[in-house]
Every structure is written in C-alpha cells, then in structure tokens.
C-alpha cells in the first residue's frame, strides 16, 4: 500500500509475486521482467517455485499475484491467459538403464517399471489416458512435488521418474536421460491471477509487458 501511494505511472516500486510449476516457460516471466526492470528499476521480482496445489493456494491467500498452472484454471475465480508453450511428458531415467537406449517410451515399456510420480498425477491426467490403466496400477515407489528431488532419486536407482522436458539437465556426462512418450503427450498452462484480488500499480503494470510477451509467439 505504501508502495502504491508513493507511485505514480511514470515511477512504480514494489513486489510482484509469481508462482510457478516447474517449467521452461518461465522465462516468459523473465523475459518480461527483464523488460521491466529498464523501465521500472524499483520494481522486484520473486518466484515461488510449487506444483499447481500449491500455486493456487498462495493465490488464494493473498500471497501471489500472479501463477503458472498445468490444470484448468476455475474460470469463477481466475482470469486465465493460455500460454503459447508445451512442455513435453517423458520418463527420466539413468543412462544405465535398458530402455535409456529406445528413442521414446511407449505405454507398455512402463506400466511394470518402478515410477516417481508427482503427487499431482491423477487418472484424468493426459499422461494416465496415454497409458491406458488406473494410477492403483502402477508400481508407484515413490511421489515429489518438485522434480529435482525426484531426479536423486532417479540417479541412485529407486525408479524412473515420470515428468517434463527441460527440468533436470541431461546433457554432458549427466547420469541421468529424458526420453519422450510416444505417442506423444503435451501439458497445456494457463497463466492465472485471482478475480477478486486488487493488483498493486506494479503487478498491473508486470501483466501489461507479460501481455507484450506472449505475443510474440
């Protein structure tokens, strides 16, 4: 509230709030922010990092402006911007591991693998109607929220972790190998923000340059 009694639209300072699934479009939200910060340097940006239960409660509390969600936002409670990006679902195992040498994984090649899934993993997920069986099928040896804990888990061989592209690097002399589904399996996002909150001079103004961003797609 200071903050925005001491700003005018020429000088905006202040906190913008953003929560976000783990994900490779965040740097939507860094590109924007960047752009920003040229013309609005007293603004300061945090990210808080959760899976969709946990970025819709902090916007239910007050405590975010803004979210990055892999789910359908509720239309009765939040305004929604579907972005223009797809992550890509896949299998993380170690480079070790028999079916590292397939160039994607199909259904049967893992519904008797142990898995790592997200706590979020549901049967209305895509992923679920790929595989074509109840999640209580599965040889589910363990859950995470945020896959680089998952991914230790994958590197000292308790099981294959099903998650998105672009998370955990893989590259160079990494232990660990992504490989996709096939068929392949995209996740949607929405970029949502409560219906009801009053958005700060500062995360009004971030909304117009994220607008600005996507665009470009």
Known sequence: TENDIASSNE?????????????????????AANRMRHDYPLVHFHIY??????????????????GIIFSKPDTSKYNAIMLPLRDEW???MRRDFPLSEK????????RHLPLIISRQLSDKNSVMKWLGCKLDKLDVVSTYNLVYNGSVM????????????KLINVSGDSELCFRPLEPPVFAEMNFVWNKYQVMTAAAEKFLSYFRKEIEKY
């Not at 913008?16 to 860094?30: F, P, R, S």
């Not at 990092?49 to 803004?66: C, I, N």
């Not at 994958?154 to 998105?164: F, H, S």
Request: hydrophobic share 40%.
């Open 11 to 31: 000088t905006i300072a202040g906190d913008v709030y953003i929560g976000a699934g783990e994900t490779d479009a965040v740097k939507l939200i860094a590109r």
């Open 103 to 110: 160039n994607s994984i199909t259904p049967s090649d893992i």
């Open 154 to 165: 994958v590197r000292e061989g308790i099981g294959c972790a099903i998650t998105l592209d």
């Open 90 to 92: 896949g299998i993380l």
């Open 49 to 66: 990092s959760g899976d969709g239960e946990d970025v819709l409660e902090r916007l239910d509390k007050g405590l975010s402006d803004f």
